[in-house]
């Protein structure tokens, strides 16, 4: 196996979410609800963008149409920007972005919550799956996270009884196995206008860039104390210095 993982250039992230735009255009298919609110029909036929079903809501609030829509887009964040703001008064006021998903760590922290052991590391590339089907929504792999990477499409997933169809099951980054399969960059790292992402083997990352750090002082730690491991991620990161 060659474990990849995942470079990020802080001093080059302006906090646009491209990244975060396209994660959630690309694993649309893979969202918690698709089976719910995507008719087979416009899968098997090709219509799944654009569907004329949006045409029907010409004529209704904006709320309305909002809540409409919202059903037929993915409402997971497999991946997320995070902006920490320093000072208080412009011109001494400062912010730095992380761009974090899953960080397919070498003890992940959510195999080792999962009481259905559904969630394991691939043998090709390290990443971290899951296969949701057997999904309780305990959400035990969520609480264990550090970087809350196990994401469900109701954040009120535990209220929903066992035998409810619509209860979320986890879904999570899949490090775009699919892409990265073929040759191709996961959707994150194509789409990140300032080129702050980079994915790849981590060791050859790690030698590409030898001043890279393990830790940013607003990314989590990877300890767990109540699971006497450290997770281990396979990220690093070149870090801005705080203008203030």
Request: proline share 7%; glycine share 6%; aromatic share 12%.
């Amino acid at each position: 196996m060659s474990q990849w993982g995942f470079y990020f250039d802080q001093t080059r992230c302006f906090n646009c979410k491209a990244c975060v735009f396209a994660c959630k255009s690309w694993n649309d298919d893979k969202r918690g609800d698709v089976s719910l609110n995507v008719p087979l029909a416009w899968i098997e036929t090709g219509k799944y963008d654009n569907p004329s079903a949006y045409e029907a809501l010409s004529g209704s609030t904006g709320e309305q149409n909002y809540a409409e829509y919202r059903k037929y887009h993915m409402k997971e964040n497999w991946r997320r920007v995070t902006a920490t703001e320093y000072g208080d008064v412009p011109p001494n006021i400062d912010v730095l972005n992380v761009s974090i998903g899953c960080n397919h760590c070498d003890e992940p922290a959510c195999v080792k919550a999962c009481p259905m052991q559904i969630i394991e590391k691939e043998s090709k590339f390290g990443a971290v799956l899951v296969n949701n089907e057997y999904c309780i929504s305990c959400g035990k792999c969520k609480d264990a996270c550090p970087w809350d990477a196990p994401q469900f499409y109701d954040p009120e997933f535990r209220s929903y009884a066992d035998a409810d169809p619509k209860r979320p099951r986890m879904t999570k980054c899949t490090l775009c196995y699919e892409r990265i399969s073929e040759g191709l960059k996961p959707a994150c790292v194509a789409a990140c206008v300032g080129r702050a992402l980079e994915c790849g083997p981590i060791e050859e990352l790690k030698a590409k860039y030898p001043n890279a750090v393990v830790t940013l002082e607003n990314f989590a730690s990877d300890e767990i104390p109540s699971m006497g491991i450290y997770t281990k991620p396979n990220i690093i990161f070149k870090a801005r210095a705080k203008k203030v």
